[in-house]
């Protein structure tokens, strides 16, 4: 009789790039972040982080026409979300 194995930690994402200098990132554990490649200190790498999805992120888009909207969708849900803190 062989022992569980021990679980692993796994954290896969989904990526929209905002402008060439930001991008969203949508997580495993349901978070939507949005981060600058152009940051100084680690802590400004991540500009802002909220809560999307009780599970994975999918996929993340940007409204055609509305680009400070967007839509994620994960955990057989989708959410349209306005994006006020990204100009």
Known sequence: MTSPA???AVAGNCVMR????????GTE????HICSR???TPSE????SFQ?????????????????????IGDWTTKV???FYVP
């Open 52 to 72: 999307t999805h009780y599970g994975p992120v999918y996929s993340i888009q940007r409204h055609p026409i509305y680009p400070k909207h967007f839509l994620t």
């Open 38 to 40: 152009k940051a100084k």
């Open 81 to 83: 979300a306005p994006l």
């Open 29 to 32: 554990m349901g978070n939507a």
């Open 18 to 25: 905002v402008k060439p200098t930001k991008f969203m990132v």
């Open 6 to 8: 021990a679980p692993v």
């Open 45 to 48: 790498k991540v500009a802002t």
